[in-house]
Protein backbone atom coordinates (compact mmCIF):
# COMPACT_ATOMS: atom_id res chain seq x y z
CA UNK A 1 0.00 0.00 0.00
CA UNK A 2 3.14 1.96 0.33
CA UNK A 3 3.54 2.86 -2.66
CA UNK A 4 -0.31 3.56 -3.58
CA UNK A 5 0.18 6.37 -0.82
CA UNK A 6 2.98 7.81 -2.88
CA UNK A 7 1.10 7.94 -6.25
CA UNK A 8 -1.77 9.01 -4.22
CA UNK A 9 0.52 12.11 -2.39
CA UNK A 10 2.29 12.63 -6.00
CA UNK A 11 -1.16 13.15 -8.39
CA UNK A 12 -1.82 15.52 -5.34
CA UNK A 13 1.11 18.00 -5.65
CA UNK A 14 1.06 17.52 -9.16
CA UNK A 15 -2.58 19.11 -9.58
CA UNK A 16 -1.96 21.26 -6.58
CA UNK A 17 1.12 21.91 -9.12
CA UNK A 18 -1.01 22.87 -12.51
CA UNK A 19 -3.76 24.82 -10.51
CA UNK A 20 -0.31 27.17 -9.27
CA UNK A 21 1.05 27.24 -12.88
CA UNK A 22 -2.23 27.61 -14.89
CA UNK A 23 -2.93 31.63 -13.95
CA UNK A 24 0.85 31.94 -13.96
CA UNK A 25 0.78 31.26 -17.19
CA UNK A 26 -2.07 32.94 -18.58
CA UNK A 27 -0.61 35.94 -17.32
CA UNK A 28 2.51 35.16 -19.11
CA UNK A 29 0.41 34.71 -22.33
CA UNK A 30 -1.28 37.70 -21.67
CA UNK A 31 1.32 40.18 -21.06
CA UNK A 32 3.80 41.38 -23.36
CA UNK A 33 7.49 41.28 -23.75
CA UNK A 34 7.75 44.26 -26.16
CA UNK A 35 10.39 46.60 -24.74
CA UNK A 36 8.49 50.38 -24.75
CA UNK A 37 10.69 52.51 -27.20
CA UNK A 38 11.53 49.94 -29.77
CA UNK A 39 10.30 49.58 -33.49
CA UNK A 40 8.32 46.23 -32.48
CA UNK A 41 5.95 48.01 -29.88
CA UNK A 42 4.40 49.52 -32.86
CA UNK A 43 3.87 46.45 -34.92
CA UNK A 44 0.84 44.28 -34.00
CA UNK A 45 2.52 40.94 -34.58
CA UNK A 46 6.56 39.85 -35.23
CA UNK A 47 7.96 38.18 -38.11
CA UNK A 48 5.86 35.26 -37.47
CA UNK A 49 3.21 34.20 -35.21
CA UNK A 50 4.12 35.83 -31.66
CA UNK A 51 3.69 32.58 -30.22
CA UNK A 52 5.40 30.66 -33.08
CA UNK A 53 8.55 32.72 -31.92
CA UNK A 54 8.33 32.64 -28.31
CA UNK A 55 8.51 28.50 -28.77
CA UNK A 56 10.69 28.43 -31.38
CA UNK A 57 12.82 31.46 -31.72
CA UNK A 58 16.11 29.55 -30.89
CA UNK A 59 15.12 27.19 -33.31
CA UNK A 60 14.41 29.64 -36.34
CA UNK A 61 17.86 30.96 -35.56
CA UNK A 62 19.75 28.02 -34.90
CA UNK A 63 19.28 27.05 -38.41
CA UNK A 64 19.41 30.24 -40.10
CA UNK A 65 23.43 30.64 -38.39
CA UNK A 66 24.65 27.29 -39.97
CA UNK A 67 22.96 28.39 -43.19
CA UNK A 68 24.10 31.47 -43.15
CA UNK A 69 27.93 30.95 -42.54
CA UNK A 70 28.50 27.73 -43.76
CA UNK A 71 26.41 27.33 -47.09
CA UNK A 72 26.53 31.45 -47.29
CA UNK A 73 22.80 31.98 -48.11
CA UNK A 74 21.42 34.91 -46.44
CA UNK A 75 17.92 34.69 -47.74
CA UNK A 76 16.64 33.10 -44.80
CA UNK A 77 13.32 34.59 -42.90
CA UNK A 78 15.05 35.19 -39.65
CA UNK A 79 17.66 37.07 -39.06
CA UNK A 80 18.68 38.21 -35.27
CA UNK A 81 20.17 41.68 -36.85
CA UNK A 82 16.77 41.97 -37.37
CA UNK A 83 15.02 41.55 -34.04
CA UNK A 84 18.07 43.66 -32.49
CA UNK A 85 16.84 46.21 -35.10
CA UNK A 86 13.10 45.99 -34.16
CA UNK A 87 13.12 45.16 -30.67
CA UNK A 88 16.00 47.37 -29.85
CA UNK A 89 14.55 50.74 -27.34
CA UNK A 90 15.42 53.82 -28.41
CA UNK A 91 16.28 56.29 -26.00
CA UNK A 92 16.80 59.07 -27.99
CA UNK A 93 16.95 59.46 -32.16
CA UNK A 94 19.51 56.87 -32.71
CA UNK A 95 20.74 56.17 -29.12
CA UNK A 96 19.46 52.36 -28.48
CA UNK A 97 19.77 50.44 -25.27
CA UNK A 98 21.61 47.31 -25.64
CA UNK A 99 18.69 44.11 -25.84
CA UNK A 100 20.39 42.49 -23.35
CA UNK A 101 21.03 44.96 -20.82
CA UNK A 102 18.14 44.71 -17.37
CA UNK A 103 14.74 44.64 -18.52
CA UNK A 104 15.27 44.60 -22.16
CA UNK A 105 14.18 42.48 -24.65
CA UNK A 106 16.46 39.63 -24.54
CA UNK A 107 17.17 39.51 -21.18
CA UNK A 108 13.61 39.64 -19.39
CA UNK A 109 12.60 36.35 -20.62
CA UNK A 110 16.17 35.04 -20.61
CA UNK A 111 16.67 36.02 -17.40
CA UNK A 112 13.51 34.80 -16.16
CA UNK A 113 13.70 31.08 -17.76
CA UNK A 114 17.37 31.27 -16.57
CA UNK A 115 19.11 30.96 -20.00
CA UNK A 116 22.12 32.64 -20.94
CA UNK A 117 22.07 33.57 -24.70
CA UNK A 118 25.80 33.31 -26.05
CA UNK A 119 24.88 35.52 -29.27
CA UNK A 120 25.74 38.90 -28.18
CA UNK A 121 29.62 37.21 -27.43
CA UNK A 122 29.75 38.21 -30.95
CA UNK A 123 27.15 39.98 -32.31
CA UNK A 124 26.34 43.42 -31.99
CA UNK A 125 22.94 44.29 -29.23
CA UNK A 126 21.67 47.67 -30.82
CA UNK A 127 20.91 48.44 -34.75
CA UNK A 128 23.80 49.81 -36.38
CA UNK A 129 24.53 52.95 -37.82
CA UNK A 130 26.44 52.59 -41.20
CA UNK A 131 27.10 55.66 -43.59
CA UNK B 1 19.73 21.13 -39.98
CA UNK B 2 17.57 18.79 -37.45
CA UNK B 3 15.84 20.43 -35.03
CA UNK B 4 16.33 19.53 -31.45
CA UNK B 5 12.71 20.69 -30.19
CA UNK B 6 10.38 17.67 -29.15
CA UNK B 7 7.42 19.88 -29.49
CA UNK B 8 4.94 18.93 -32.38
CA UNK B 9 4.62 21.99 -34.14
CA UNK B 10 2.50 23.16 -37.52
CA UNK B 11 6.11 22.17 -39.43
CA UNK B 12 5.41 18.72 -38.56
CA UNK B 13 2.23 18.64 -40.38
CA UNK B 14 3.51 20.48 -43.33
CA UNK B 15 6.18 18.16 -43.45
CA UNK B 16 4.00 15.25 -43.67
CA UNK B 17 1.88 16.88 -46.48
CA UNK B 18 4.84 17.76 -48.27
CA UNK B 19 6.18 14.17 -47.81
CA UNK B 20 3.08 12.81 -49.14
CA UNK B 21 2.98 15.55 -52.16
CA UNK B 22 6.76 14.29 -52.67
CA UNK B 23 5.53 10.43 -52.80
CA UNK B 24 2.86 11.23 -55.46
CA UNK B 25 5.79 13.12 -57.71
CA UNK B 26 8.16 10.37 -57.76
CA UNK B 27 5.23 8.02 -58.01
CA UNK B 28 3.91 9.43 -61.55
CA UNK B 29 7.59 7.78 -62.76
CA UNK B 30 8.71 4.83 -60.91
CA UNK B 31 12.55 4.17 -60.58
CA UNK B 32 13.65 7.84 -61.60
CA UNK B 33 15.01 10.05 -58.92
CA UNK B 34 14.06 13.76 -59.16
CA UNK B 35 16.70 15.72 -57.30
CA UNK B 36 15.69 19.20 -58.15
CA UNK B 37 11.68 19.20 -57.03
CA UNK B 38 11.95 21.89 -55.38
CA UNK B 39 14.45 24.16 -57.04
CA UNK B 40 12.84 24.09 -60.30
CA UNK B 41 15.38 26.17 -62.32
CA UNK B 42 15.94 29.04 -59.84
CA UNK B 43 19.12 30.47 -59.50
CA UNK B 44 21.74 28.88 -56.62
CA UNK B 45 21.13 30.38 -53.92
CA UNK B 46 24.49 31.23 -51.36
CA UNK B 47 28.20 29.43 -51.92
CA UNK B 48 28.66 27.66 -55.03
CA UNK B 49 31.38 25.45 -56.08
CA UNK B 50 30.75 26.41 -59.87
CA UNK B 51 32.68 29.71 -58.35
CA UNK B 52 36.17 30.08 -56.59
CA UNK B 53 36.89 33.48 -55.22
CA UNK B 54 40.22 34.66 -55.10
CA UNK B 55 42.11 37.54 -55.50
CA UNK B 56 45.89 38.89 -57.58
CA UNK B 57 47.97 41.81 -55.69
CA UNK B 58 50.36 43.27 -58.12
CA UNK B 59 53.36 43.80 -55.58
CA UNK B 60 54.43 46.74 -58.34
CA UNK B 61 51.86 48.70 -57.51
CA UNK B 62 51.75 48.05 -53.86
CA UNK B 63 52.96 51.68 -52.71
CA UNK B 64 55.23 52.34 -50.03
CA UNK B 65 53.62 53.69 -46.98
CA UNK B 66 50.39 52.80 -47.77
CA UNK B 67 47.42 51.98 -45.90
CA UNK B 68 44.75 51.99 -47.58
CA UNK B 69 43.49 48.31 -48.06
CA UNK B 70 44.43 47.86 -44.15
CA UNK B 71 42.31 50.72 -42.94
CA UNK B 72 39.78 49.79 -44.99
CA UNK B 73 39.39 46.25 -44.15
CA UNK B 74 39.14 47.69 -40.00
CA UNK B 75 36.79 50.33 -40.68
CA UNK B 76 34.39 47.50 -42.86
CA UNK B 77 34.58 45.05 -40.16
CA UNK B 78 34.99 47.27 -36.84
CA UNK B 79 37.85 45.82 -36.24
CA UNK B 80 38.91 47.58 -32.84
CA UNK B 81 42.78 47.58 -31.57
CA UNK B 82 44.20 48.14 -28.22
CA UNK B 83 47.24 49.18 -29.33
CA UNK B 84 48.98 46.21 -28.94
CA UNK B 85 50.28 45.51 -32.07
CA UNK B 86 51.32 41.93 -31.15
CA UNK B 87 48.41 40.76 -30.34
CA UNK B 88 45.72 43.11 -31.97
CA UNK B 89 43.28 41.56 -35.10
CA UNK B 90 44.62 42.00 -38.45
CA UNK B 91 42.76 40.47 -41.31
CA UNK B 92 45.46 41.97 -43.89
CA UNK B 93 48.79 43.44 -43.24
CA UNK B 94 51.53 45.00 -45.52
CA UNK B 95 54.75 42.96 -45.81
CA UNK B 96 58.22 44.14 -46.99
CA UNK B 97 60.61 42.09 -48.19
CA UNK B 98 63.83 43.37 -48.78
CA UNK B 99 66.24 40.93 -51.54
CA UNK B 100 69.62 41.48 -49.45
CA UNK B 101 72.33 40.67 -52.72
CA UNK B 102 69.92 43.57 -54.64
CA UNK B 103 68.92 45.93 -51.89
CA UNK B 104 65.33 45.62 -53.75
CA UNK B 105 62.46 46.15 -52.07
CA UNK B 106 59.12 44.51 -52.61
CA UNK B 107 55.70 45.64 -51.11
CA UNK B 108 52.93 43.45 -50.85
CA UNK B 109 50.12 42.68 -48.40
CA UNK B 110 49.12 39.51 -46.81
CA UNK B 111 45.75 38.42 -45.88
CA UNK B 112 44.17 34.46 -45.99
CA UNK B 113 45.28 32.85 -48.65
CA UNK B 114 42.13 30.89 -48.94
CA UNK B 115 43.70 27.93 -49.70
CA UNK B 116 42.05 25.02 -51.72
CA UNK B 117 43.84 22.39 -49.03
CA UNK B 118 43.69 24.32 -46.03
CA UNK B 119 46.13 23.58 -43.22
CA UNK B 120 43.53 25.04 -41.44
CA UNK B 121 41.00 23.49 -41.90
CA UNK B 122 42.70 20.24 -41.31
CA UNK B 123 43.75 20.81 -37.93
CA UNK B 124 40.50 22.25 -36.49
CA UNK B 125 39.10 19.50 -33.78
CA UNK B 126 35.60 21.24 -33.95
CA UNK B 127 35.34 21.63 -38.14
CA UNK B 128 34.55 25.71 -37.13
CA UNK B 129 37.43 26.09 -39.53
CA UNK B 130 35.99 25.36 -43.06
CA UNK B 131 35.82 26.15 -46.46
CA UNK B 132 32.84 27.00 -48.35
CA UNK B 133 31.70 25.86 -51.82
CA UNK B 134 32.95 28.72 -53.59
CA UNK B 135 36.45 28.68 -51.93
CA UNK B 136 36.27 31.09 -49.18
CA UNK B 137 37.91 29.50 -45.75
CA UNK B 138 36.07 30.95 -42.42
CA UNK B 139 35.92 30.23 -39.32
CA UNK B 140 32.29 29.44 -37.93
CA UNK B 141 32.47 30.96 -34.49
CA UNK B 142 29.54 29.24 -33.29
CA UNK B 143 32.23 26.40 -32.93
CA UNK B 144 35.29 27.54 -32.68
CA UNK B 145 36.65 26.81 -29.13
CA UNK B 146 39.60 28.85 -29.47
CA UNK B 147 42.23 26.44 -29.27
CA UNK B 148 44.30 27.93 -31.89
CA UNK B 149 45.49 25.53 -33.94
CA UNK B 150 44.72 27.02 -36.88
CA UNK B 151 47.04 29.42 -36.14
CA UNK B 152 49.75 27.13 -35.47
CA UNK B 153 49.33 25.32 -38.99
CA UNK B 154 48.71 28.46 -41.40
CA UNK B 155 51.93 29.27 -42.80
CA UNK B 156 51.21 32.49 -43.94
CA UNK B 157 50.12 33.90 -40.38
CA UNK B 158 46.83 34.68 -41.42
CA UNK B 159 44.79 34.44 -38.68
CA UNK B 160 44.32 36.17 -35.26
CA UNK B 161 42.79 35.26 -31.75
CA UNK B 162 40.44 37.60 -29.97
CA UNK B 163 41.61 38.31 -26.65
CA UNK B 164 39.09 40.83 -25.50
CA UNK B 165 35.36 41.49 -25.02
CA UNK B 166 33.91 43.12 -27.96
CA UNK B 167 30.74 45.11 -28.09
CA UNK B 168 29.29 46.97 -30.97
CA UNK B 169 30.67 44.50 -33.59
CA UNK B 170 29.85 45.48 -37.35
CA UNK B 171 26.20 43.41 -38.39
CA UNK B 172 28.24 42.02 -41.32
CA UNK B 173 31.63 40.74 -39.20
CA UNK B 174 29.99 39.49 -35.71
CA UNK B 175 33.41 38.57 -33.78
CA UNK B 176 34.30 38.06 -30.12
CA UNK B 177 36.45 37.13 -27.27
CA UNK B 178 37.92 33.55 -27.80
CA UNK B 179 37.30 32.73 -31.13
CA UNK B 180 39.93 32.87 -34.22
CA UNK B 181 39.25 34.97 -37.15
CA UNK B 182 40.98 36.08 -40.36
CA UNK B 183 40.07 37.86 -43.39
CA UNK B 184 36.95 36.47 -45.23
CA UNK B 185 37.37 37.54 -48.98
CA UNK B 186 34.32 40.14 -47.72
CA UNK B 187 32.01 37.08 -47.88
CA UNK B 188 28.96 39.51 -46.84
CA UNK B 189 29.86 41.21 -49.93
CA UNK B 190 30.00 38.22 -52.33
CA UNK B 191 26.44 37.01 -50.96
CA UNK B 192 25.03 39.97 -51.53
CA UNK B 193 26.20 40.21 -55.20
CA UNK B 194 28.72 42.66 -54.92
CA UNK B 195 31.90 42.11 -57.04
CA UNK B 196 34.29 43.75 -54.50
CA UNK B 197 36.49 43.94 -51.45
CA UNK B 198 36.74 46.44 -49.41
CA UNK B 199 40.58 46.20 -49.74
CA UNK B 200 40.28 46.39 -53.31
CA UNK B 201 38.02 49.12 -53.43
CA UNK B 202 39.96 51.34 -51.37
CA UNK B 203 43.13 50.69 -53.33
CA UNK B 204 41.54 51.51 -56.48
CA UNK B 205 40.26 54.68 -55.08
CA UNK B 206 44.14 55.57 -53.93
CA UNK B 207 44.79 55.03 -57.16
CA UNK B 208 46.74 51.92 -56.80
CA UNK B 209 44.81 49.34 -58.23
CA UNK B 210 47.37 46.95 -56.89
CA UNK B 211 44.50 44.39 -56.10
CA UNK B 212 42.14 42.43 -57.97
CA UNK B 213 39.17 40.37 -56.89
CA UNK B 214 36.92 37.50 -58.85
CA UNK B 215 36.22 34.66 -60.11
CA UNK B 216 39.19 31.92 -60.46
CA UNK B 217 36.96 29.63 -62.66
CA UNK B 218 35.60 32.43 -64.84
CA UNK B 219 38.17 32.59 -67.82
CA UNK B 220 36.39 35.71 -68.68
CA UNK B 221 36.84 37.64 -65.44
CA UNK B 222 39.25 40.42 -64.61
CA UNK B 223 41.24 38.29 -62.47
CA UNK B 224 41.58 34.97 -64.60
CA UNK B 225 42.51 37.32 -67.57
CA UNK B 226 45.53 38.61 -65.52
CA UNK B 227 46.57 35.46 -64.45
CA UNK B 228 46.52 34.19 -67.89
CA UNK B 229 48.37 36.94 -69.12
CA UNK B 230 50.86 37.71 -66.41
CA UNK B 231 53.54 35.19 -64.53
CA UNK B 232 52.02 35.16 -60.98
CA UNK B 233 53.26 33.08 -57.73
CA UNK B 234 51.79 30.89 -55.00
CA UNK B 235 53.39 32.10 -51.82
CA UNK B 236 55.26 28.37 -50.75
CA UNK B 237 54.02 26.79 -53.48
CA UNK B 238 56.20 24.01 -52.15
CA UNK B 239 53.30 23.25 -49.80
CA UNK B 240 50.77 22.34 -53.02
CA UNK B 241 47.70 24.64 -51.03
CA UNK B 242 46.62 26.27 -54.47
CA UNK B 243 46.13 29.47 -52.84
CA UNK B 244 43.20 31.48 -53.92
CA UNK B 245 45.49 34.89 -53.53
CA UNK B 246 48.44 35.04 -56.04
CA UNK B 247 50.88 38.03 -56.68
CA UNK B 248 52.19 39.46 -59.47
CA UNK B 249 56.15 40.49 -59.81
CA UNK B 250 57.00 39.20 -56.83
Known amino acids: MRSSFFSRKCIAGLLAGIVLTIPAMQAMAESTYVTKGSKAASLSSCVAETNDIRRNHMDYMKHGRDVTVRAGDRT ?14 ATAPGEYTPVDSEGQFC ?3 HAYVAVNPACFQCHRTTPEKRD | MSKENDQPTMNRRQLIGGAIATAGAVAIAPGVILHAVAGDGQAVKGASSEKRWGMVVDTNKCSDGCSACVDACNDEHNLTGFDRPATDAQWIRTVKLKDKQTGHINRMVMMCQHCEFPPCVDVCPTNASFKRADGIVLVDRHSCI ?95 LNTGVRYLNL
Not at chain 1, 82 to 89: N, P, Q
Not at chain 2, 185 to 195: E, S
Open chain 1, 76 to 89: GTFSLSECIDCHSA
Open chain 1, 107 to 109: RSC
Open chain 2, 146 to 240: GCRYCMMACPYKARSFVHEVLQEQAVNAPRGKGCVEACTLCVHRVDAGKTTTACQDACQKDGHAAIIFGDLNDPKSEISQVLKTNNSTQIRADLE
